[in-house]
């Protein structure tokens, strides 16, 4: 069974730092790209970033380009986000899902349960 | 970036009824396009993939098309099950861009 758990969210001051992680099991985690997708409270779903399987195509939201680093360590089947600088704007349910530009039926299939992440003095 | 275009933004509807769903693409996606459901609390689920492909485990009265831009998620003789917020996702390039969504409701 394919599962993806995130961690790491909780409260944060404005301009301050905090790193997601999303543990993947079920599947061979190295074979696939993998997203981050957020949602503010009571908004729609947003992405925020991609990384490809093997980490060599990594793409950014202009909302958090050069603030949010997504990364993965294919070894211990995590995915992460790094997320720096935050604004009360980054307040979201912040979700990990397997996926990318490919027409695959799978594809966006797999979502976590997300972690909320709280930007707030 | 593609913007993708969703409405209605609210939709009230019986039981029973069929009702649509449209995204229109503001630049050509082909068949990447997704729809998504999503129930208070819960993450979402993907419901139809290619445009027109019902996903695994999804009702048959759930259907997609396209014409041209215009992508339509289709539910037929609605349940009650089927009320949510419906989602459209465009994964043909980067940035990927969901619409804004459209609230199922019973009327």
Not at chain 2, 42 to 61: C, D, E, H, Q, W
Not at chain 2, 90 to 105: C, D, I, M, R, W
Request: glycine residues 10%; charged residues 15%; contains cysteine.
């Amino acid at each position: 069974e394919v599962q993806l758990v995130e961690s790491g969210g909780g409260l944060v001051q404005p301009g301050r730092s905090l790193k997601l992680s999303c543990v993947a099991s079920g599947f061979t985690f190295s074979n696939y790209g993998m997203n981050w997708i957020r949602q503010a409270p009571g908004k729609g779903l947003e992405w925020v970033a991609y990384i490809s399987s093997g980490s060599s195509y990594i793409y950014y939201a202009e909302t958090v380009k050069g603030r949010f680093t997504i990364s993965r360590d294919n070894a211990k089947n995590t995915l992460y986000l790094q997320m720096t600088s935050l604004r009360s704007e980054d307040t979201a349910l912040y979700y990990c899902a397997r996926g990318g530009l490919t027409g695959s039926p799978d594809s966006f299939a797999y979502w976590g349960q997300g972690t909320l992440v709280t930007v707030s003095s | 970036d593609i913007q993708m275009t969703q409405s209605p933004s609210s939709l009230p509807a019986s039981l029973g009824d069929r009702v649509t769903i449209t995204c229109r693409a503001s630049q050509d996606i082909g068949n990447y396009l997704r729809w998504f459901q999503q129930k208070p609390g819960k993450s979402p689920r993907l419901m139809i993939y290619g445009a027109t492909n019902l996903a695994a485990g999804v009702p048959s009265r759930f259907s997609g098309s396209r014409s041209g831009s215009d992508y339509s998620l289709t539910i037929n003789s609605l349940e009650s099950e089927d009320m949510a917020i419906y989602y459209c996702l465009q994964h043909n390039e980067y940035p990927l861009t969901f619409g804004s969504g459209t609230k199922l409701e019973i009327k």
